[in-house]
């Protein structure tokens, strides 16, 4: 007990100081604040919050009449993050866990899995306007997806013969439909704030990280842009796009990796939305690095049948 609680202490330590280093950056540095803000929330108001918005609605109000108790419970949502992509999944995975719907171990199960990209991103974004391929945005998405269903089953063995949690579920019979559906807009709502916030914040970390040059160290241009889609995809993927002495198969493969592992802004907001539900970031980083490698290998072997 006591050294949970010295861990404990440690950890609220760690955020303070990094919270204060923060605040003090954006007092020495405030126009780079200010300018990683306004990209934050125009990239949030013009992409992420008209993408996400009605799946976040529809997914909560299906949660709180009770619909998600009628299907399996990795079909909700898997089918759900593959429609809307990042981190649609986590939050439903989230939600399904605070109602007691599916136990920790199920929860650690799905997550292995149900963590993706959305189509739209793959093929309009990232293939058509990064690479200028559609085809190639297509392969990106059918390996990114295949990585994950190839990611599940490994992480299933681990868990087989667990049992679910699904009779104690809870549904909100006492309320009205418009006072359900009105909880489930403030509830999306406020999930999208938190992915705002991430944004926001990663924004201003790599635009820090390029005006002290700390990619500058990186001799090689595809590694520079690998060292960016470790932090942020979006900014991953674009630098790859950029880089002239990269065959379009290799771009194809890093720009499935980089989506796969999805940046620590995507883990950061999966991370919040999967608060309580039994997942810890150690455990979450390594299937979305295992993600990144299997969705890799895919993307090598169709891209030589294809491409």
Same mark, same amino acid.
């Given at each position: 007990?006591?050294?949970?609680?010295?861990?404990?202490?440690?950890?609220?330590?760690?955020?303070?100081?990094?919270?204060?280093?923060?605040?003090?950056?954006?007092?020495?540095?405030?126009?780079?604040?200010?300018?990683?803000?306004?990209?934050?929330?125009?990239?949030?108001?013009?992409?992420?919050?008209?993408?996400?918005?009605?799946?976040?609605?529809?997914?909560?109000?299906?949660?709180?009449?009770?619909?998600?108790?009628?299907?399996?419970?990795?079909?909700?949502?898997?089918?759900?993050?593959?429609?809307?992509?990042?981190?649609?999944?986590?939050?439903?995975?989230?939600?399904?866990?605070?109602?007691?719907?599916?136990?920790?171990?199920?929860?650690?199960?799905?997550?292995?899995?149900?963590?993706?990209?959305?189509?739209?991103?793959?093929?309009?974004?990232?293939?058509?306007?990064?690479?200028?391929?559609?085809?190639?945005?297509?392969?990106?998405?059918?390996?990114?997806?295949?990585?994950?269903?190839?990611?599940?089953?490994?992480?299933?063995?681990?868990?087989?013969?667990?049992?679910?949690?699904?009779?104690?579920?809870?549904?909100?019979?006492?309320?009205?439909?418009?006072?359900?559906?009105?909880?489930?807009?403030?509830?999306?709502?406020?999930?999208?704030?938190?992915?705002?916030?991430?944004?926001?914040?990663?924004?201003?970390?790599?635009?820090?990280?390029?005006?002290?040059?700390?990619?500058?160290?990186?001799? &090689?241009?595809?590694?520079?842009?690998?060292?960016?889609?470790?932090?942020?995809?979006?900014?991953?993927?674009?630098?790859?796009?950029?880089?002239?002495?990269?065959?379009?198969?290799?771009?194809?493969?890093?720009?499935?990796?980089?989506?796969?592992?999805?940046?620590?802004?995507?883990?950061?907001?999966?991370?919040?939305?999967?608060?309580?539900?039994?997942?810890?970031?150690?455990?979450?980083?390594?299937?979305?690095?295992?993600?990144?490698?299997?969705?890799?290998?895919?993307?090598?072997?169709? &891209?030589?049948?294809?491409?």
């Amino acid at each position: 007990m006591d050294i949970l609680v010295s861990e404990k202490k440690r950890n609220y330590v760690a955020a303070g100081l990094a919270a204060a280093g923060f605040c003090l950056f954006m007092v020495i540095f405030p126009q780079t604040a200010v300018y990683s803000a306004q990209k934050g929330i125009s990239l949030w108001a013009q992409s992420v919050l008209p993408a996400l918005l009605p799946f976040f609605i529809c997914a909560n109000f299906l949660n709180y009449i009770g619909i998600v108790r009628l299907v399996r419970p990795s079909l909700f949502p898997f089918a759900m993050s593959v429609l809307s992509g990042y981190p649609m999944g986590a939050k439903i995975i989230g939600d399904m866990r605070k109602a007691n719907q599916i136990s920790d171990r199920e929860a650690k199960r799905l997550i292995s899995f149900c963590s993706t990209s959305g189509p739209t991103f793959m093929i309009g974004a990232v293939g058509a306007g990064m690479l200028g391929s559609g085809a190639a945005g297509v392969l990106i998405a059918v390996a990114h997806y295949l990585g994950a269903i190839l990611n599940g089953c490994v992480y299933s063995c681990f868990f087989r013969g667990q049992t679910k949690t699904r009779a104690s579920a809870q549904v909100h019979k006492n309320k009205e439909l418009l006072e359900l559906f009105t909880e489930a807009i403030l509830s999306a709502f406020k999930s999208l704030a938190i992915i705002l916030a991430y944004i926001v914040l990663f924004m201003f970390l790599t635009d820090l990280m390029h005006m002290g040059g700390m990619f500058s160290w990186i001799p &090689s241009p595809v590694l520079k842009a690998a060292a960016k889609g470790f932090f942020e995809m979006t900014v991953g993927c674009g630098a790859l796009s950029e880089c002239a002495g990269l065959s379009m198969p290799l771009k194809c493969i890093l720009s499935t990796m980089v989506l796969s592992w999805g940046g620590l802004s995507i883990i950061g907001q999966s991370m919040s939305m999967l608060s309580g539900s039994g997942v810890r970031l150690p455990y979450f980083m390594l299937t979305k690095l295992t993600h990144s490698i299997f969705a890799g290998i895919i993307a090598l072997l169709l &891209s030589v049948c294809v491409l």
